[in-house]
Every structure is written in C-alpha cells, then in structure tokens.
C-alpha cells in the first residue's frame, strides 16, 4: 500500500531532550516536506527537500533540523525542544516538486514538550 | 509577504451547495491546490488549479482567477461526511507550499 509513515504517532518530552521523528515514504517520491499545525495558524512549512541530500528551510525551521540520506526517508530532528514545539506535525510527500503534484501526508505526530 | 485567506467557519445544509473562497497574494504563483482535512487526520488532496477557470470533479469543483489572486471550492449535493476542515495551499516561484489557515465547513442535516 502507498503510504507515508509517520513515528512516533505520540510523544510527550522535557524542555531540551533531543528528539527524532521519523518519517518513511515508500512512493519513490523525490520531494519530501514537514509541516506544524497549530490552532488559529493552520499548516506551516518547516522544512523541505527536493531530493536526496537536498534540504531547504520553509517559513517556520528554526529550532528544527532534518536530514536526507535516502530517497524514501526524511526524519525532523528536534535538538533542544522547547514548549512552545508543542504541536501537530505532519509528514508529506509528493512526485517531484513540480506544479500540479499532489502531495501525501503521513498520519500526523502530536508532540507535546513540558 | 505571502499572504492566503479564507474563511474561518460556514455552515451549510445537507444536499445543499456551499462556495468556499480563497484569496492569496505570495511573490509569484506555480499553482493553487485545496485539501479536505478531517478532524484529526491527515490533510487529503482535492484539487490543483494553475489556469484560469473551473476543474470539475465529481461534487467538487474548483475555480481560479490568477489576475484576482482569488479561488473558490464548490461543493454540491452536500453530504454529512463533507463536514471538515478546507485548506487551500499556494506555490509560489520557489518550491516552497504555504497554506491557508483553513475553512472549517458545518453541515447541518
């Protein structure tokens, strides 16, 4: 089944402990993208990647860090977590970066940081 | 800056027809995509405009006018499980997306 996977689904950490989530595609799809959605903000772009080792930062990357090594994963590092990363975050993927693809997101990670 | 808007809440009546609009002004434009996002879920894709005038698909149908930086979702025969949230989503020149913050739609039985 095509998918986007997402882990962890839930997560609920302490200000400062370094933190992964990771995120797998299994559509041999080039382009990959984090966002956050929070209340009344709505889904902003943090971090994207146009194709293997290729990383661009969106309009909200900073605090975050990804990585891309292969094609099919794109994991969102968090180094010292702070509340206010508490939020919805969802993995996304698509063909390439050209206009008109659709893009497919993973089930969402909610991640709460005390 | 980018900037899209859309409106924060409609409510609408089973069966009936409901227009949701978008308007965007971002540094350049490569295409305008609507997603259904459910309580909950994952955003799901809906439709991509990069010309002027209307897609249809089924119930849904979409609408651009790029000289307006203005979009509109239709949605027709509305059903119960329409009840959801409507993001519209912009690329502009750059490969990056921004999104709306998103339609919240009602449907009352």
């Given amino acids: ?114 | 800056g980018q900037n899209i808007d859309q409106p924060t809440e409609m409510t609408a009546t089973e069966g009936a027809i409901v227009q949701i609009n978008c308007t965007y002004q971002t540094s350049g434009f490569n295409g305008l995509f609507w997603y259904q996002q459910h309580a909950g879920e994952a955003p799901t894709f809906l439709s991509y405009n990069v010309l002027d005038g209307l897609e249809e698909k089924g119930r849904f149908s979409s609408f651009l006018s790029r000289s307006k930086g203005y979009s509109y979702l239709l949605l027709k025969e509305l059903q119960m499980k329409d009840s959801a949230s409507y993001l519209c989503a912009v690329r502009p020149f750059d490969d990056k997306i921004i999104f709306g913050k998103g339609t919240r739609l009602h449907i009352l039985p």
């Fill in chain 1, 1 to 114: 089944e095509a998918q986007v996977t997402q882990n962890p689904r839930y997560l609920i950490t302490v200000t400062g402990k370094k933190l992964t989530v990771t995120c797998s595609q299994n559509m041999n799809h080039e382009y990959m993208s984090w966002y956050r959605q929070d209340p009344g903000l709505g889904l902003r772009q943090i971090y994207y990647s146009m194709n293997v080792e290729v990383t661009d930062k969106g309009d909200v990357p900073e605090g975050y860090k990804v990585s891309r090594k292969e094609k099919r994963n794109f994991p969102l590092i968090l180094e010292s977590p702070s509340p206010n990363q508490t939020s919805l975050y969802f993995c996304a993927s698509s063909l390439t970066s050209g206009s008109g693809y659709e893009q497919y997101f993973g089930p969402g990670t909610r991640l709460t940081v005390t």
